[in-house]
T-cell receptor, first 113, second 112 residues
């Protein structure tokens, strides 16, 4: 089954404790993105990647890191989480250069205390 | 002005009604446009792409007006299962640069 998976689905952590949210897709998509969704603000792009070892900042990259060592995986790293990073995070992937249909993972609900 | 703007609603409509949403965008260089549907606390899923010539998929019709910089979504014969938030998505850029902007969504509640 074609899908995007994210882990963990739910996470409660404390300020400053490094964490990684994994994202994996099995559709051989070139493009992958991370978004956060907050009430009243909609989905905002954090980082995106156009291919292996090619990543770029989205609209809200501060406090986040990503890597793309393999085509299928695009982990999101929070080196020192803060309460303002409490949010619902979505990973997405798409095929081709023109951001065709994006397939989203199920989301990760992160709470930073 | 927000880059992509939608009326948040909620739009409360009876079953069988026709409802229309608009979405305005600020960048005239925007290249591709989409409507996504998001159920509560779930991931967004593509509903339809929006083409310059307009497109229709069953009860759903999407249109693009480049001169006025808005896209629209029309839902005919609303079903209870259409209740969701509808997200407008605008893609700018080409080649190595891709910027995707989501609207904040319009909430639709179809009432029995």
């Amino acid at each position: 089954e074609a899908q995007v998976t994210q882990n963990p689905r739910y996470l409660i952590t404390v300020t400053g404790k490094k964490l990684t949210v994994t994202c994996s897709q099995n559709m051989n998509h070139e493009y992958m993105s991370w978004y956060r969704q907050d009430p009243g603000l909609g989905l905002r792009q954090i980082y995106y990647s156009m291919n292996v070892e090619v990543t770029d900042k989205g609209d809200v990259p501060e406090g986040y890191k990503v890597s793309r060592k393999e085509k299928r995986n695009f982990p999101l790293i929070l080196e020192s989480p803060s309460p303002n990073q409490t949010s619902l995070y979505f990973c997405a992937s798409s095929f081709g250069r023109n951001f065709n249909e994006q397939f989203f993972g199920p989301g990760t609900r992160l709470t930073v205390l | 002005r927000k880059e992509v703007e939608q009326d948040p609603g909620p739009f409360n409509v009876p079953e069988g009604a026709t409802v229309a949403f608009n979405c305005t965008y600020s960048n005239s260089a925007s290249q591709s446009f989409f409507w996504y549907r998001q159920d509560c606390r779930k991931e967004p899923k593509l509903l339809m792409s929006v083409y310059s010539s307009g497109n229709e998929d069953g009860r759903f019709t999407a249109q693009l007006n480049r001169a006025s910089q808005y896209i629209s979504l029309l839902i005919r014969d609303s079903k209870l299962s259409d209740s969701a938030t509808y997200l407008c998505v605008v893609n700018e850029g080409s080649g190595g640069y891709q910027k995707v902007t989501f609207g904040t969504g319009t909430k639709l509640q179809v009432i029995p």
